[in-house]
């Protein structure tokens, strides 16, 4: 036989390093090292994710792991109407449903383009009505030829190619086989399933279909769809049903996940590669009645369901090279006085706060490493109620309480020293942002007004005004292109952006609030915290147009200071007044989703 040598430049690629571009599972041998080699074989892993706004079981739902729909459903309390919207980071309010809220109605589509049919609108009540959402709406459709429910969770095709097969009709619910099809238009009978079965889930599209599980019982058979006829197929490994399932998925790649298998909720997820089912990672919760998305086998989106009870949580499935680690809030090092109304500059890792209340105006100034707070020299004066943006080392704090402060105060990384006064007298609650040389303050009190003013390093001139009064508001971004957002009293959802010239209005936030912080970028921005008739621990992310949620802080406070000189993806919070107003010496440090490629390992025989 051969050995390896002889075989180099037929079967496995000689190689003097390891390949730049290697694929997941691609071989090669390393001269150098004398290795044989291989790149990653990919793992499958569950993470959690952004928690929806609602709690909700039973709704509808599909899309991608990046654009993906969740809507209608149950409780607690009652039964829902509203949509949701994910753009692979976070939650964001969509259009309301028209007709109620078709619990196991069947749903398809994408979120732009989108289709939901039938369901429960009460235990005993089935509907007939159809809508289709168009990324904004939903509007009323052609119904149903009969009123049906409990039928597919995932559903199968796209808005005007669509198929609704099996589920239930009449009360008590008789599971039946029937298939409809939709055009776009109207809806026509397709052949029957071999097997009536209530509470499935699928993938495919109209011409090539996949219908698993079910019920009455917990079904592990599984039927494929070619348009006209179904037939059966490989069975899965664990029969249950009320999956959720990568529903734009094709028929040949596709995940199952969740559900119910006797005796009770599963975790397991399995993985469809045309002809068999591969048990992978379990999901963290147990859950069914949730919602799914997801376009192939390489990844899929769980949502609420009851775990019990009805769940706003949120688990994404991904398998390759790659390694996911979910955006998440941490303790950092905590400051050494209780401290609230202070003002930050810099980085995660490069971070300053000053003055505050601690308890009364206080001038004092910290630096952070990343993991622990030292004492760097104190203000040019006491204040709190003040602003801050800059860097660890060139740093500016802007205005505050007591009044005699309007003058800005200037930070070189050794020493504080008086900068250039405000153009019209004593303010405070200023939202700022840029750099100490080139920085924007808008909004103040009393009163909320509308001013605004440029800093070129030694004075400030006045710019166009806010469109909207505020103050105690978000704000991040560059002197050319920046954002403030809610503040004020009554409390704002509004945002406005700068670009170097004035203000338009962009997206509203879906949580009004102030005497909140914020930082990041216009197009990566981000606000976390806040006062909305509490202390507020909701974080929201923006990505120039919108803003959707992302995981809460740990503790709910308001009247902090933040530090986020560059994207949203790395930032902190520090001090600030929790529930009762009681002043905080807490840091909480985020991180957004980040993704590693596995190294490339050498291939051995022990």
Excluded at 259 to 287: C, F, H, I, K
Excluded at 378 to 387: D, F, I, M, P
Aim: charged share 10%; aromatic share 8%.
């Amino acid at each position: 036989m051969a050995g390896y040598n002889e075989l180099h430049g037929l079967k496995v690629k000689y190689l003097s390093d390891d390949p730049s571009n290697a694929e997941d599972g691609q071989v090669w041998y390393n001269s150098t090292t004398g290795n044989l080699r291989v790149q990653g074989i990919g793992v499958g892993a569950w993470i959690s994710s952004t928690s929806l706004s609602e709690a909700r079981r039973l709704g509808g739902g599909f899309g991608t792991t990046s654009a993906a729909i969740t809507f209608g459903g149950f409780g607690p309390p009652d039964n829902k109407t509203t949509t949701e919207e994910y753009n692979g980071s976070g939650w964001t309010a969509g259009g309301a449903l028209n007709n109620g809220t078709a619990r196991f109605a069947g749903s398809v589509g994408t979120l732009t383009a989108g289709l939901t049919t039938g369901g429960l609108s009460s235990p005993t009540v089935y509907q007939n009505s159809t809508e289709e959402y168009n990324g904004t709406a939903w509007t009323s459709v052609t119904n149903l030829p009969v009123a049906r429910g409990a039928g597919s969770t995932g559903g199968i095709g796209i808005q005007t190619a669509a198929i609704i097969a099996v589920g239930g009709t009449g009360i008590p619910t008789t599971a039946d086989a029937a298939t409809l099809k939709y055009d776009g238009t109207n809806w026509t009978a397709g052949g029957s399933m071999n097997t009536a079965r209530v509470y499935t889930a699928g993938f495919g599209t109209q011409t090539a279909g996949l219908y698993m599980g079910g019920a009455p019982g917990t079904k592990a058979n599984v039927e494929l769809y070619d348009g006209t006829s179904w037939s059966e197929t490989t069975d899965m490994n664990t029969g249950r049903y009320s999956l959720v399932t990568s529903n734009n998925s094709p028929q040949t790649s596709g995940i199952g996940a969740s559900g119910y298998a006797a005796p009770g909720l599963s975790v397991a997820t399995e993985s469809w590669d045309g002809s068999s089912w591969t048990n992978q990672s379990n999901m963290a919760t147990a859950r069914n009645g949730a919602t799914g998305a997801g376009a192939s086998s390489s990844s899929v989106m769980v949502s609420g369901g009851q775990t019990p009870p009805a769940s706003t949580a949120v688990e994404e499935y991904n398998f390759g090279t790659n390694t996911f680690t979910a955006a998440a809030w941490a303790s950092g090092g905590s400051i050494p006085t209780a401290t609230a109304l202070n003002s930050g500059a810099g980085t995660q890792t490069a971070a300053l706060t000053f003055g505050g209340l601690a308890p009364s105006s206080t001038n004092a100034s910290l630096s952070y490493d990343g993991s622990s707070w030292t004492a760097t020299p104190n203000l040019y004066r006491a204040a709190y109620y003040g602003s801050g943006c800059g860097t660890q080392t060139a740093a500016l704090n802007v205005d505050g309480i007591p009044p005699g402060t309007s003058t800005s105060q200037e930070f070189n990384g050794s020493s504080w020293s008086e900068g250039g006064a405000l153009s019209d007298g004593n303010r405070f609650s200023t939202s700022t942002f840029g750099i100490q040389t080139a920085a924007i303050a808008a909004g103040y009190s009393p009163g909320g007004l509308t001013k605004s003013e440029q800093y070129n390093g030694t004075a400030w001139t006045t710019t166009p005004a806010l469109p909207y009064g505020t103050y105690s508001a978000a704000s991040g971004g560059t002197t050319s292109a920046g954002f403030v957002a809610g503040g004020g009293n009554p409390i704002k959802s509004d945002t406005a952006e700068w670009d170097g010239e004035g203000y338009t209005a962009g997206g509203n936030l879906n949580s009004a609030r102030r005497n909140t912080c914020g930082g990041g970028t216009q197009t990566a921005g981000i606000i976390m915290g806040g006062y909305d008739g509490n202390a507020s621990s909701a974080t929201e992310g923006y990505d120039g147009t919108a803003w959707s949620t992302r995981p809460s802080m740990g503790t709910a406070r308001y009247s902090l200071a933040s530090s986020t000189a560059g994207p949203n993806t790395a930032t902190m919070v520090i001090a600030g007044s929790a529930s009762g107003g009681a002043k905080q010496t807490i840091t909480e440090e985020f991180t957004g989703e980040t993704s590693v490629v596995a190294p490339a390992s050498n291939i051995t025989t022990s």
